[in-house]
Nanobody
Framework: VQLQASGGGLVRAGGSLRLSCAAS????????MGWFRQAPGKERELIAA????????YYPNSVKGRFAISRDNAKNTVYLQMNSLKPEDTALYYC????????????????WGQGTLVTVSS
């Protein structure tokens, strides 16, 4: 699966952004999808995941209630709606695909996009 993330940019604290990740190459609906982020000097962390059908989602407490993951299997695209953004949300955001179902560990994801930069100013 080839993944292309987009939608990053500069936003003020309290603002919103919507990231997109377009998939190609294999049957998108066979894969659970995740959004990860990596801030400078920090580990890459999972911030949202969605099952292949879209019926199950996962969020860590750090973004729960602010971020929402969704997917459109007809368009081979997964989205991340980010609201109430904070400066600490500044990071490179990556989408990833897992053939193992919805997983919360980085090693469970087989395919990765190139990352899109989100910068939140205070």
């Amino acid at each position: 699966v080839q993944l292309q993330a987009s939608g990053g940019g500069l936003v003020r604290a309290g603002g919103s952004l919507r990231l997109s990740c377009a998939a190609s190459g294999r049957t998108f609906s066979n894969y659970a999808m995740g959004w990860f982020r990596q801030a400078p000097g920090k580990e890459r962390e999972l911030i949202a995941a969605i099952s292949s059908s879209g019926t199950s989602t996962y969020y860590p407490n750090s973004v729960k209630g602010r971020f929402a993951i969704s997917r459109d299997n007809a368009k081979n695209t997964v989205y991340l709606q980010m609201n109430s953004l904070k400066p600490e949300d500044t990071a490179l955001y990556y989408c990833a695909a897992s053939a193992l179902g919805l997983r919360t560990t980085r090693g469970s994801y087989d395919y990765w996009g190139q990352g899109t930069l989100v910068t939140v100013s205070s």
